[in-house]
């Protein structure tokens, strides 16, 4: 494996620089040494960044699974690729071969196959994190189907929207799944989703709790007994470079959710590149994160990038509090982890207990610790330091979305001075830039803008499934011929990048990507609400939670205020997930509203976070009297 290496931030701006200068070479050599190909490329990238139009590896041919397992059966065949940790300490952990990786893979393919799944097919998976949903995603790569794997958090209604936004044509899911001490019951959520859609023809279930669950005859069918009749070998499917890989959901500032279409060759090379480099994984490494496969990190940071590289990868069942605080410590000392990625959530959530629950455990083994998905606060980047890196393993903060596929700005562990609350540098082949109002480029240091990528890469998202135009229009048009990531960034006197969040109508939640228009949406649903706006309000564990501003009908408002509360929340964990519920809830009589009606959000962050200070010009507002009367009720 060859990825260009670099050994110290002399040899990362040299190297960057060439990255820049020719990155058709740049990414054609990276591909080129370190996967099997069934044909190479004519052209390494076709791109208009104006339409949106993006194609990597022209004309190749290969198939990932073929990458992530079968090139590694001479050398690696039993070696762990997976280790499964249960929820419940007390069961034992699995260990997975490659060679018994290939086995279940082949099987699980060779069952969807026999189940009527072609190529191009969706199919959606809705699993706890056990093996099988790893080994779900590889089979459907396996055969080219396309799968979507759609949180386990989710609700029916969210998941019956993303299987009819795909027209998914099987569902793969489970009895249920074991969190904390709780059970959830998936299979059930599973039969309400599907009353309302179309194209499914087949659920295929994994047995995981024992919990009781009706079979719909001629629909569903227990998994395992098909999985023992099964061949343990299967032809791959020759994926075209281009070919769709999966489809994977995040939220968009309108209602509808948007299915990010990843394809299959440059997806593969970046998962590749990027894990190897920010991980600097090597052989006998034990890697662990702590994601959920129902999120890009999940995807790209647990099954892909670390299988592509012949890795161990773990993956966990459970929840960092249970049985008790010391639980991620109690993994890493259990199986010698090496790498540890997680969420400044947890990261935080586990800071305000007792030190002593980390400091109980062997975390010596431990080379680099990373972070994702929202911004590390100085606090817990210190804590993350001294208590889990002990000061000598590397904080790599990872910047990167759902759309970028992989990495994009990081600091390389042992080469790039870290900084706290920064992401840093960006990776070779990866061109940021920040963007003023009018939509020029900010050149030099010690500037804040919107944060865009100029040149494409690899593992960038091609469209969104279903819808071109709002692939454009999302991410092409703000800044033309640029790709906009809806974030702001500062970059400092040396050039390194602070994410400051979003600009746009998202909230990131415990490290979960919220549009707001959803959750408004789901809430003025509910009989007694008028309208809502939903904004984002700092917390200290949460980072950011929801605060939402009411107006309720005349029938609402003779209500009790608590119960309506309760029932707004519910109605929202059932619409979206539990994840989406409100912190706070204001009834108001009215939102501050532009002459032309778009509700003046900045005023309702303030309002917010408790800033009374300075609302900017108020006069053009509709009613500007509604200003003073939500400060005063505000909670
Ligand atoms: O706002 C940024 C934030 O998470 C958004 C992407 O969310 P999602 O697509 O769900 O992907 C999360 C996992 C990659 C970004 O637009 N974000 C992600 N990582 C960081 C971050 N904000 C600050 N620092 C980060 N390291």
Redesign the pocket.
């Known amino acids: 494996m060859s990825y260009y290496q670099v050994k110290n931030l002399e040899q990362y701006f040299k190297h960057y620089n060439k990255s820049i200068r020719e990155p058709r070479k740049f990414w054609e050599r990276i591909a080129d040494e370190n996967f099997t190909w069934y044909q190479k490329w004519d052209k390494v990238v076709e791109f208009d960044m104006q339409e949106a139009n993006i194609k990597w590896f022209l004309n190749a041919k290969v198939n990932i699974t073929k990458n992530c397992i079968d090139r590694h059966l001479a050398k690696r065949g039993d070696k762990t690729a997976i280790i499964f940790e249960p929820n419940n300490p007390a069961e034992e952990a699995q260990h997975i071969t490659y060679n018994e990786l290939y086995d279940r893979v082949c099987k699980m393919a060779n069952v969807l196959r026999d189940q009527g799944i072609k190529k191009g097919d969706r199919v959606c998976i809705y699993l706890p994190m056990i093996p099988e949903l790893a080994v779900a995603v590889l089979a459907c790569a396996r055969i080219g189907a396309i799968h979507s794997v759609v949180f386990a958090g989710f609700s029916a209604s969210a998941v019956t929207s993303r299987i009819n936004d795909s027209g998914c044509k099987m569902v793969i899911t489970s009895d249920g799944g074991f969190r904390g001490n709780k059970t959830i019951e998936l299979k059930s959520i599973i039969d309400e989703a599907l009353q309302k859609c179309e194209t499914v023809e087949k659920v295929l279930v994994v047995k995981r709790t024992g919990s009781e669950v009706k079979m719909k005859e001629g629909r569903d069918i227990w998994l395992q007994p098909l999985l023992d009749e099964a061949m343990a070998n299967n032809v791959a499917e020759i994926m075209d470079a281009e070919d769709p890989l999966f489809i994977l959901y995040?939220s968009g500032s309108t209602g509808k959710p948007k299915g990010m279409l990843h394809t299959t060759a440059g997806y593969m090379v970046y998962s590749a590149y990027t894990f190897k480099n920010i991980f600097a994984y090597e052989e006998n490494d034990v890697y662990w994160c702590t994601a959920d496969i129902g999120?890009?990190?999940g995807h790209s940071y647990i099954v892909y990038g670390p299988l592509l590289n012949g890795a161990t990868t773990v993956i966990f069942e459970g929840i960092p509090s249970y049985p008790d605080f010391g639980r991620f410590w109690e993994v890493i000392d259990k199986h010698k982890v090496t790498q540890f990625y997680t969420a400044p959530t947890a990261i935080r959530s586990l800071a305000k207990e007792n030190w002593e629950w980390v400091d109980k455990y062997d975390l010596s083994t431990l080379k680099v610790i990373g972070?994702?998905?929202?911004?590390?606060n100085e606090e817990a980047w210190h804590w993350y330091n001294d208590h889990v890196g002990k000061k000598k393993s590397p904080i790599v903060?990872?910047?990167?979305?759902?759309?970028t596929g992989g990495i994009m700005i990081s600091p390389l562990p042992f080469v790039t001075p870290t900084k706290p609350t920064y992401?840093t540098l960006p990776l070779p082949g990866v061109q940021p830039v920040l963007m003023d109002e009018k939509r020029n480029e900010i050149e030099g240091n010690q500037v804040v803008g919107s944060l865009c990528i100029k040149f494409p890469w690899p593992g960038m998202a091609r469209s969104i499934w279903g819808d071109h135009q709002r692939f454009k229009e999302t991410y092409f048009s703000t800044f033309p011929g640029k790709y906009f990531?809806?974030?702001g960034a500062l970059r400092d006197e040396v050039g390194y990048y602070r994410?400051t969040?979003?600009v746009d109508d998202v909230v990131?939640v415990s490290g979960h990507?919220l549009g707001t228009a959803p959750i408004e949406d789901a809430i003025n649903e509910h009989p007694a609400v008028a309208e809502s706006a939903i904004v984002g309000f700092p917390h200290d564990v949460k980072g950011n939670a929801l605060y939402g501003f009411i107006i309720l009908k005349e029938s609402g408002e003779g209500r009790d205020r608590e119960n309506l509360k309760k029932e707004i929340n519910e109605h929202i964990s059932s619409h979206i997930g539990p994840i989406a519920k409100l912190d706070k809830i204001q009834f108001v009589s009215g939102l501050p509203k532009t002459r032309s009606g778009k509700i003046m959000r900045r005023i309702l962050r303030k309002i917010a976070e408790g800033d009374f200070s300075n609302f900017g010009d108020t006069t053009t507002l509709l009613n500007p009297e509604i200003v003073e009367e939500i400060k005063e009720g505000k909670l």
């Open positions: 995040t999120w890009i990190t972070s994702v998905g929202e911004p590390i903060d990872t910047w990167w979305q759902t759309e992401a990531t809806g974030d994410i969040g979003r990131i990507n």
